[in-house]
């Protein structure tokens, strides 16, 4: 549903998506950010799919978000999206996460391009609409994608390879898998005594299907850290994630 230049999508928070302390995993927030974003380009013929026999792709190459508090399971969210004005290659999108009481419990901002099948990201003009209407609304209160250098490379880097569950309909590895990745590394006792607060993502590179990987991170304070996945071939760095947990 269109409403206000923004797309309005419900949700129920099924069981799959929360963890041990019956909350929502940010794995599975960014799923659904993802998903609404999906769902408001396919309401203007532009989804992923219709994109992809023109072998066209839909890329992620920048998320931000800002949690309150994360939904527990069974509650009824409703995700506000919308564009923002683009330039050239690049069209931003930001998010609202609404509760039952209408509080906005999480905020997010991101970066989105259109690449072909050689990777090199073509001209947002030529999908402009008339019905296709940006709005300027900012739904961040912090400032988003903060600067900061990767994580060193480990001295012992442990390899892993890309599985056929990380690829997804553009034949590499999707942006949530990388933050799975991530929060895998961490730990589980982690997340048991930690609330993830904010996680910025860059997205630098791509992984396809058998390719290896590994990971470095370092601690930047008590609350923050910053995490790298590289490819094992060449060690380019493929993502940076910064989190931080209160």
């Known amino acids: 549903m269109i409403e206000e230049g923004r797309f309005l999508m419900p949700i129920q928070v099924p069981i799959h998506m929360v963890d041990s302390r019956v909350e929502m995993t940010p794995v599975s927030l960014f799923c659904i950010l993802q998903e609404s974003a999906a769902a408001h380009c396919d309401h203007f013929h532009l989804s992923g799919i219709e994109l992809k026999p023109y072998n066209l792709f839909w890329v992620l190459t920048r998320m931000h978000v800002q949690i309150e508090r994360m939904p527990t399971w069974h509650e009824k969210l409703t995700i506000h999206t919308w564009e923002k004005p683009h330039s050239f290659i690049s069209q931003p999108r930001d998010f609202l996460v609404f509760d039952e009481k209408g509080e906005i419990i999480i905020r997010g901002t991101s970066i989105w391009a259109i690449i072909d099948k050689e990777s090199k990201p073509v001209k947002l003009d030529d999908f ?92 930047l304070d008590e609350t923050g850290s910053v995490h790298s996945v590289h490819a094992a071939d060449d060690q380019r760095e493929v993502c940076r994630i910064w989190m931080k947990a209160e």
């Open 128 to 219: 402009d609409r008339p019905d296709r209407l940006p709005l300027k609304d900012d739904a961040m209160t912090v400032k988003a994608f903060p600067r900061l250098a990767g994580a060193p490379l480990p001295e012992n880097p442990v390899l892993h390879k890309v599985q056929h569950s990380d690829i997804d309909l553009n034949e590499h590895v999707n942006n949530t898998k990388y933050l799975q990745w991530v929060m895998d590394d961490m730990g589980h006792d982690f997340f048991l005594h930690h609330d993830v607060k904010e996680v910025s993502v860059h997205f630098i590179s791509q992984l396809f299907p058998e390719n290896q990987y590994f990971m470095g991170h370092q601690q």
